[in-house]
């Protein structure tokens, strides 16, 4: 299970290596390289999940040392779909979960939409409602990790409140939220870990266990509904109700108006992909709690998955580039020339898109403000209060007893494509059956599409982008970078796989 790197900015490696040239990117301006021109690395980044380097240039523009390029750099190899082939596809729901620990349970709704839609079967409808459930308390416990174990630590100056390790050494900006804030955060970061906890055990009572559920499978939900069972369920949501609208959210919103110059920062490519989550009916797929849409240039647009390519001319594959998904194939080629990241390039209609909270809550008309880094920080608060409130309601759509699961065999041949949402945005599962056995399965995670490297046409990935024209004042505590990054609330576990035991992370070198 992937596990979450230590939560503390001493962690964070700052190499630093003059440099005279700076790199054009696609879609950027560069400006004339100066003689205080710096390349280097920040990385591995904490607090995140899984293991990210960033390369950046920083130049003189307009008399202000900024970001005039970047690369994101996963650092790991992806190799889940290549784990699940001739394998039994009902194995692909368990499989898939074990690709992250923090949204397994979008995983394993992603694979069950796709494998029903290869066996041609719908959950029952105690089990569209479990499986919300179970999401829904899924969400909600990242949100909160999001917002105080990983993004808010960049924000607050602890010094003289947590004077000790982890938080010692830290980068102390002059920034930062000091005094009576700083305690008030701190104090709610420590009442937000027992709120976790709340979420997960909520999660379990219709999901068996957390973070990895047994009970997802095609055709619903495995577990029963019992009235002790949707009581038990509603004393913890409504604890966790509380909790975010009278704490979390007011903590973001707060946090957001300390930090207006961050409205402008971390903008990247402005276009905007929600897969839409939470079904609100077994019959008709178009209704969900967060809608499923795009924004391209501003106008909400809709969404076709046969739009969707992977691009590989800068990942470290060999397979064919260029590919929708459902023909696509996952060849590793560790010391494939050019390439600098482990992660593919996902492009809609070729074009750039951002995934996450503030892409679902934007699309679905909740949220019209951003894209920035301060944007995202609320819309994802705000988003954990919308689908609590929702769940609430899910609650007495459940039948005392009713069935949960519908049984199915597995077909000799099918395909099918599973598409919702994780925590951290947009996730599709795509499925190709022959002789009963998996023949493909591919995996397009929110981190590719936000973390992605260049593309074949040299378009810079979302977070790549955003990162471009970031203002850096130091670059030895380079704060600022941490904030665009964490805004995006990577997930490189989920988005680049599988180490062999015993050893070492393997280690891309880069040259400025």
């Known amino acids: 299970m992937a596990t979450k790197e230590k939560e503390t900015e001493n962690e964070v490696e700052t190499k630093k290596a003059a440099t005279a040239t700076s790199k054009p990117s696609s879609g950027t301006v560069t400006p004339h390289a ?101 999401l829904g308390a899924n969400f909600i416990q990242s949100h909160i990790l999001h917002f105080y174990h990983l993004a808010a630590p960049d924000y607050i100056d602890t010094t003289g409140i947590l004077d000790m390790s982890p938080w010692t050494p830290r980068y102390t900006t002059s920034d930062m939220a000091k005094g009576a804030t700083a305690q008030s955060l701190v104090n709610n970061y420590l009442t937000a870990l027992a709120m976790r906890r709340k979420a997960h055990q909520m999660g379990a009572i219709f999901g068996g266990k957390l973070p990895h559920t047994p009970t997802f499978s095609p055709g619903g939900c495995s577990e029963i509904v019992s009235a002790d069972k949707v009581t038990a369920f ?162 007495n759509q459940l039948v005392v007893g009713g069935q949960t699961c519908r049984a199915a065999s597995v077909p000799a041949s099918g395909t099918g494509i599973g598409l919702t949402e994780a925590a951290r945005g947009a996730l599709g599962h795509w499925v190709e059956i022959r002789n009963s056995k998996l023949s493909r399965y591919q995996v397009i995670t929110p981190t590719a599409w936000n973390a992605s490297p260049k593309d074949d046409s040299g378009q810079m990935g979302a977070m790549e982008q955003a990162l471009m024209g970031t203002p850096v004042a130091d670059t030895t505590q380079p704060i600022e970078l941490l904030r665009v990054v964490h805004s995006f609330d990577p997930c490189l576990a989920c988005a680049v796989h599988l180490l062999r035991p015993g050893q070492k992370r393997p280690k891309v070198v880069l040259r400025a």
Request: glycine share 8%.
């Open 234 to 395: 509603r004393a913890l949501l409504t604890e966790l109700r509380n909790f975010l609208t009278n704490t979390m959210v007011p903590d973001a919103l707060a946090v957001a108006s300390l930090f207006p110059a961050y409205k402008t920062i971390g903008r990247g490519s402005g276009n905007l992909l929600a897969y839409g989550v939470f079904d609100l009916s077994t019959t008709n797929t178009n209704n969900k709690l967060l809608a499923r849409g795009r924004v391209l240039n501003g106008q909400l647009q809709t969404v076709s998955a046969t739009s969707i390519k992977e691009y590989v001319k800068y990942g470290y594959y060999s397979s064919a580039t260029g590919l929708n998904p459902a023909t696509g194939a996952t060849t590793p080629s560790p010391a494939k020339a050019g390439a600098y990241s482990w992660l593919k390039a996902p492009r809609y209609d070729n074009a750039v898109y951002e995934v996450g909270p503030l892409a679902r809550m934007w699309v679905n008309g909740d949220y019209r403000n951003g894209p920035s880094v301060i944007d995202r920080v609320a819309a994802r608060a705000l988003e954990a209060q919308k689908i609590a409130d929702a769940m609430d309601g899910w609650l």
């Open 34 to 134: 100066t003689a205080a021109a710096k390349t280097f690395k920040v990385g591995p980044v904490t607090r995140i999940e899984g293991h990210l380097d960033i390369e950046v240039t920083v130049d003189q523009v307009n008399g202000q040392m900024q970001v005039v390029d970047a690369k994101c750099e996963g650092t790991m190899f992806r190799g889940f779909e290549n784990i699940l082939l001739n394998r039994d596809p009902r194995d692909a729901v368990h499989l898939t979960q074990r690709i992250c620990g923090v949204c397994p349970v979008s995983h394993a709704m992603a694979s069950s939409m796709a494998l029903e839609q290869a066996f041609r079967i719908t959950p029952t409808e105690n089990g569209r409602v479990m499986r919300n459930l179970i």
